[in-house]
């Protein structure tokens, strides 16, 4: 059964400090990856996606990683800030189908406190 | 400003009234989406569209129906709300590139069914 777990469910940090969140997915075949940021009350916004041959990727303080062997990905938060409260929801994509089917996860709910 | 638009944001009804959700993009996206999103829960696809005159059920059964008569406009109906249908409902269009689908949301309907 194709599935996207994410961990942890939710964190509580200080501002200024940094975070790991983990997308674990059993999406085959594959076709890419990408992380959401979910502020409360709107809708998601992409962050970033990874392809099959990509390892890392920055968009300023936020850094995915992808292993494909492992099915398992990270997206890293440096230097938090408040504005990084939100959720962030893992969105995997296959190759079944000419719209390539996604498949959620149910997000990891970031606090960042003062 | 290319954007996309829901209306209401907030919706308080009793049961068994009709109402039509409504999604709007000036994104010129053939592609469109209805998600229901429960708190803590991942997005379930409701409804779907390749384009004008194309609507497809998705993964969640709903007792809800689209239509698309227009390339930028897909509202969501329900017949007679009952108090089951209170959730959020996210409306999407996406953009296909190379990379696949990448999705752009709205801000979401939060309906409650007293």
Known sequence: KNQVEQSPQ?????EGKNCTLQCNYTVSPFSNLRWYKQDTGRGPVS??????????KSNGRYTAT???DTKQSSLHITASQLSDSASYICVVSDRGSTLGRLYFGRGTQLTVWP | EADIYQTPRYLVIGTGKKITLECS????????YWYQQDPGMELHLIHYSYGVNS???GDLSSESTVSRIRTEHFPLTLESARPSHTSQYLC????????GEK????????????
Do not use: P
């Open chain 1, 10 to 14: 939710s964190l509580i940090i200080l």
């Open chain 1, 47 to 56: 962050l970033t996606i990874m392809t099959f041959s990509e390892n890392t």
């Open chain 1, 66 to 68: 992808l292993d494909a």
């Open chain 2, 25 to 32: 993009q000036t994104m010129g996206h053939d592609k469109m």
């Open chain 2, 55 to 57: 609507t497809e059920k």
């Open chain 2, 92 to 99: 999407a269009s996406s953009e296909s590139g190379v990379l």
């Open chain 2, 103 to 114: 999705l752009f949301f709205g801000s979401g309907t939060q309906l409650s069914v007293l």
